[in-house]
C-alpha cells in the first residue's frame, strides 16, 4: 500500500488549498482515511478522519468548520479542503488509511504517505 499527498504550499492568511492524497489499495472505500499534522517541534495531530464508505467524519476542533475531508473512491484519491487558513495551520500534512473505526489516534492508522507542506503566511 502507498499513499502519496500533494498539493501543499504557500497561502495568506485566510486563503484556500486543497490536498490530495493517492492510494494504491484495492476496495480502497472500505479503509478510513484520516489527515494529520506536524509542526516543528510539536507532536503529530490528527485533524480530520473519514469512515470506511465515507458515512462518518470527525475533525479536530482546531480545523472544525474550516476543513473538509472527503474521498473519491473511483480515482483512489482523498482530499482535505481548507479553508480560512491561519499561520498556526503551518505544518506538514499527511494522510493515512487504516482498518478500523471510530478511529482518532495515530496508532489506529497503518499505512502513511510522506507529508506535503503548508505554510500559511503573509
Known amino acids: 500500500v502507498q499513499l502519496q ?5 504557500l497561502v495568506q492568511p485566510g486563503g484556500s488549498l486543497r490536498l490530495s492524497c493517492a492510494v494504491t489499495q484495492s476496495r480502497y472505500n472500505y479503509y478510513s482515511i484520516a489527515w494529520f499534522r506536524q509542526a516543528p ?3 503529530r495531530e490528527g485533524i480530520s478522519f473519514l469512515s470506511p464508505l465515507g458515512s462518518s467524519t470527525h475533525y479536530a476542533d482546531s480545523v472544525k468548520g474550516r476543513f473538509t475531508i472527503s474521498r473519491d473512491s473511483a480515482k483512489n ?7 480560512s487558513l491561519k499561520p498556526e495551520d503551518t505544518a506538514a500534512y499527511y494522510c493515512a488509511l487504516g482498518t478500523k473505526w471510530p478511529a482518532y489516534d495515530s496508532v489506529d492508522y497503518d499505512h502513511w504517505g ?3 507542506q503548508v505554510t500559511v503566511s503573509s
Open 5 to 9: 499527498a500533494s498539493g501543499g504550499g
Open 41 to 43: 517541534g510539536k507532536e
Open 77 to 83: 484519491l482523498a482530499y482535505l479542503q481548507m479553508n
Open 114 to 116: 510522506r507529508g506535503t
